[in-house]
């Protein structure tokens, strides 16, 4: 090869070696941006139990149910009676609170949308396992993380 020619092919390997990191670097830089959105578009629901006496309540089992996704999650409160559940998918969820010596607590409705942070702090009450007390008004949870708004938009409302 003549030394034009080696300057030709040099010159046209490292423009495509650059075309290829560039596109990488793209490509790198949108995955994080998606990784980003589908965490945004999660909501969250954290608080505490209480006893009467707003004395906290370790080790009792919280359990979240969305009965449209099938799925739940279980969390054991910690020893300042604290839980929490994130990267929950918008939807109405139902919070059951058990603890050996109290009733169970059962709250249904729990609406969270896109982007909420809620809190929903729960009171158990003295007595058997067996008594629930069961909470069907929707209480409003309470986003003390920010002042951001959610929703969700169907398919049906873009077209």
Known sequence: MRTSDKEKFLSEALRVIALL?????????????????GSIA?????????DKSD?????????????????SRTF?????????FASLP?????????????????QKGI????????????SLQVGAITQTVTVT?????????TANIGTEVTDRQLT
């Open 21 to 37: 990191m560039l596109g990488l670097f793209v490509m790198g830089n949108g995955a994080e941006t998606l990784q980003a959105q």
């Open 42 to 50: 999660n909501a969250s629901l954290s608080g505490a139990v209480y």
């Open 55 to 71: 004395a906290p309540i370790p080790g009792a089992k919280v359990t979240l149910l969305n009965s449209t996704e099938g799925f």
């Open 76 to 84: 054991t409160t910690t020893p300042d009676g604290r839980y929490s």
């Open 90 to 106: 918008p939807g109405a969820y139902t919070l059951t609170v058990e603890k050996s010596g109290f009733g169970r607590y059962q």
């Open 111 to 122: 609406i969270l949308n896109i982007a909420q942070a809620a809190t929903q702090d729960v």
């Open 137 to 145: 008004a929707g209480a409003a949870l309470l986003d003390t993380t």
